[in-house]
């Protein structure tokens, strides 16, 4: 059964290449990209330096939300089926609402003081995590594996 369109993981895909795009622009972008998408001052000052660590780091950031990517794609059945792919679409649905939802103990420990960074990156992944929530839930039926 091939899966039927699915917006939400149609957006969901898009969500992680654009997110994929923008860490790749960090690598291309120095040292001021990852202050401004505030990746912090150590990986910046490691670009700076001309140390491999920063570009490594956030290619392979890259490379997961790239996958992630294509696991929505097979999700809405643009790509072929991925293998695991009801697994991989909730394991990555839970991270990113883990990650999102992270901003509900930053604002217990430090209330109106949270870092601007954590407070928008927190309701992006949010949106994210949601989006791949409905989108996984929405297709569930089509995405069983094949016999």
Request: glycine share 10%.
């Amino acid at each position: 059964m091939t899966p039927a369109r699915n917006p939400a993981l149609i957006v969901g895909g898009l969500l992680s290449v654009a997110a994929s795009l923008l860490h790749i622009g960090c690598i291309i972008g120095g040292p001021d990209w990852y202050r401004f998408f505030g990746a912090g001052e150590a990986m910046a000052t490691m670009a700076e330096q001309g140390s491999m660590t920063p570009t490594l780091l956030t290619l392979g950031i890259a490379a997961i939300l790239a996958i992630w990517a294509a696991y929505a794609f097979s999700g809405a059945g643009l790509l072929p089926r991925l293998p695991l792919l009801r697994t991989g679409l909730v394991v990555i649905t839970v991270i990113y609402l883990l990650r999102g939802l992270a901003l509900i103990p930053a604002l217990v420990i430090n209330g109106a003081n949270v870092m601007p960074f954590i407070l928008w990156s927190s309701l992006i992944v949010l949106v994210y995590g949601l989006t791949y929530a409905i989108g996984t839930w929405t297709a569930w039926p089509h995405l069983r594996p094949r016999r």
